[in-house]
């Protein structure tokens, strides 16, 4: 447990290492109002002292931030990518602090930001102009955890890779596992319905949450915070605050079923010469490992360049086109290692596999992972960095980076990648040394385009955010749009949460 710990920790050490530095480059970000000049501001009220004045009541001086050095790094996302111009952020404790907040900002018509841990990768979780940011910093408490039902409730601010500790005390674990983790809040990941490492096993978080209370723009709580694992009564709302961004409701509470955590762990890194082993090797490993499977994560030769040149680490095995994570999650370590053994022999004997190593030592199993959670951090090191996410058909899963390879040339420094192959989940990753707007002309909508002739997804985890909404189109019909719009005018009448995000301008 302690060398868990120590992993765990050198981990956050890496992330939040990453995550601070844009605070001291702020002003190096273009305001998103000036590298996009043809987005308009809402019809939105402008914040004044009487405001300021209201939420003091409501909070307290010292959770009114004002300071404009303090307010930057909330202002910008982690990527350097979009920056906002808000002049405040609210710290609230509890849901009725936020009640409070946002039935202020509904009768005065202030556009509202909500944001956890501000690791979202698509310009979601920070103001486009100068919308009120309320972060959820201060919302930490984890509320309660039954080790007999495996549900555990807590507050949305609970970062994510505490709450996992928290529950590894009982014997239990969190069924999602992002890169982000020392970062990331559970209120922002059921608001993104964030996927993760470990989506192969568990599901998504429309399965996991069980009960969600959200405040309402007008400051009205719905409690839809239900700890049964079974409730087929009326129209199950929490699924609208899943993944909809905080444009229906602020996320405050959250119920979460938890699965009794592993006791045998298991990871092996393996080499392979093309795409289709790669495709060959997940078919055969949910036959042979079956129920033990928990991850199944594929990185390219370029990605594996990458993390290992610009963050000078190591991997074990020579050189190859393509690698494989593969873990195995059980009860008993010594099936658990023959099975995973077995199968990799039989890989390996058949040539589809060339090389591998099997780590069963978390200190080990910590430094491998690195590889594959550490290349969002590896990639901001060549600059700019324009991050895809989307879903395919494995027949032409890389197919997607080949195209852009040819696309763009030696217009940009590397077009990478890695993801969940489990889930059919690409992560394309092109970076050039700075933004480059006739790299992006290339991209989009070009990209979309192709993606959705494959009757694949635009965003198959990140969510929309501000960067994808009008690009909705690709992935959902105009008769979908239509119905989110009205759902959004139901829940969020002046528009106030979250603006300019999910939903297209027009």
């Known amino acids: 447990m302690a060398v868990c710990a120590r992993i765990l920790k050198q981990n956050l050490v890496n992330y939040n290492r990453t995550f601070s530095t844009f605070g001291a480059l702020a002003s190096q970000t273009k305001l998103t109002s000036e590298r996009y000049p043809n987005l308009s501001r809402g019809n939105f009220a402008t914040l004044d002292d009487s405001d300021l004045k209201q939420f003091e009541n409501i909070l307290d001086a010292g959770r009114v931030i004002t300071d404009s050095s303090e307010v930057a790094g909330y202002n910008e996302d982690w990527l350097r990518t979009v920056r906002g111009a808000s002049r405040c952020v609210l710290k609230p404790r509890d849901t009725q602090e936020v009640a409070g907040i946002l039935a202020h900002c509904g009768s005065r018509g202030l556009a509202v930001c909500p944001q956890g841990g501000n690791t979202g990768l698509v310009g979601g979780s920070v103001p486009v102009f100068d919308e009120v940011i309320v972060s959820t910093q201060l919302m930490n408490k984890i509320e309660s955890v039954d080790t007999s039902s495996g549900v555990a409730v807590c507050q949305s601010g609970v970062v994510l890779e505490q709450l996992d500790r928290s529950l590894a005390e009982q014997g239990l674990m969190v069924p999602l596992d992002l890169g982000a983790k020392g970062s990331c809040h559970i209120g922002g990941n059921v608001s993104t319905n964030a996927g993760g490492l470990r989506l192969l096993r568990y599901g998504s978080l429309h399965g996991s949450v069980l009960g969600v209370e959200a405040v309402l723009a007008s400051g009205e709580i719905v409690d839809c915070l239900s700890s049964m694992k079974k409730d087929n009564t009326g129209y199950d709302l929490k699924h609208l605050f899943i993944g909809s961004e905080g444009t229906l409701g602020l996320v405050t509470r959250v119920s979460i079923a938890c699965p009794t955590r592993p006791r045998s762990i298991n990871l092996a890194l393996l080499s392979l010469p093309n795409f289709e082993s790669v495709v060959k090797t997940f078919k055969e490993c949910k036959g ?150 006739d790299v992006m002309d290339k991209i989009e909508p070009y990209l979309y385009e192709w993606t959705s002739k494959y009757k694949g997804s635009i965003s198959a985890e990140h969510g929309l955010g501000f960067k994808k909404r009008n690009f909705i189109h690709f992935s959902k019909s105009d008769s979908a749009i239509s119905l989110m719009k009205q759902i959004k005018g139901v829940f969020d009448p002046k528009g106030i949460l979250n603006p300019y995000k999910v939903l297209p301008d027009n």
């Open 288 to 437: 042979q490992l079956g129920e033990i499977l928990s991850s199944c994560e594929f990185i390219d030769s370029d990605s594996m360049e990458c993390v290992t040149q610009n963050l000078n680490l190591t991997c074990p095995l020579s050189p190859n086109n393509f690698y494989m994570l593969i873990e195995t999650s059980g009860s008993n370590g010594e099936h658990d290692e023959e099975k995973l053994n077995m199968f990799l022999e039989n890989m390996m004997g058949e040539g589809v596999v060339m090389d591998g190593t099997v780590a069963t030592a978390p200190s080990k199993q910590g430094e491998i992972w690195q590889l594959r959670e550490r290349l969002a951090e590896a990639l901001m090191k060549d600059g700019y960095c324009y991050k895809y996410d989307i879903s395919l058909p494995l027949s032409v899963f890389y197919e997607s980076i080949l195209v852009m390879k040819e696309r763009l040339g030696k217009d940009v420094t590397r077009v990478v990648g890695y993801g969940h192959i489990g889930d059919g989940n690409m992560h394309l990753n092109i970076t050039t040394p700075e933004y480059k707007q």
